[in-house]
């Protein structure tokens, strides 16, 4: 460094005639080794990071996946009342299967209330029949007695 100064201090006659224009060409090859020398440096770094660069691109996505996942299996299980093997699941059950016997017995009641409607309908219907029938026989009788009348033996 000290060659420097000297020749620095005459700089023409020590650029065409002095060791000031190697001493430069040095200086300058210094300067580019520094600089190369520090870009690999950052290089590396960047590579290093570039896993986490691509994990914090991903980790909106994951999370909004695990959001939607969550939404859809809570959605799915809420149909699943009465699925498990804890006290809650059984007393589900139970409640279920007392909700399915009143439906039955619901159905029962309304089934048996239709058939004796049908009966006393069919009976009515029967009573009309035979009444309708009878009075067609006491008329059908009273005519072939009327007949028998005219005709005398």
Partial sequence: MARYEKEVVNPLQNLVGG???????????????DIETAMLEMDQILKANEINFAMLAAL??????????????????????????????????????????????????????QVHLKLQNAYLSSKSIFLMVQSVHIQQGILSFSKLEHFSF
């Avoid at 000031?20 to 210094?30: E, V």
Wanted: without cysteine; positive net charge; aromatic residues 4%.
């Fill in 19 to 33: 060791e000031l224009a190697r001493s430069l060409l040095i200086q300058i090859q210094k300067l580019k080794l």
């Fill in 60 to 113: 909106p996505a994951l999370f909004i996946t695990v959001i939607l996942a969550s939404i859809v299996r809570l959605w799915l299980r809420k149909d699943k009342g009465a699925e498990g093997s804890g006290r809650a699941a059984r007393l589900q059950r139970r409640l279920l299967l007392v909700d399915a016997e009143r439906k039955i017995i619901e159905y029962q009641v309304l089934m048996d209330q």
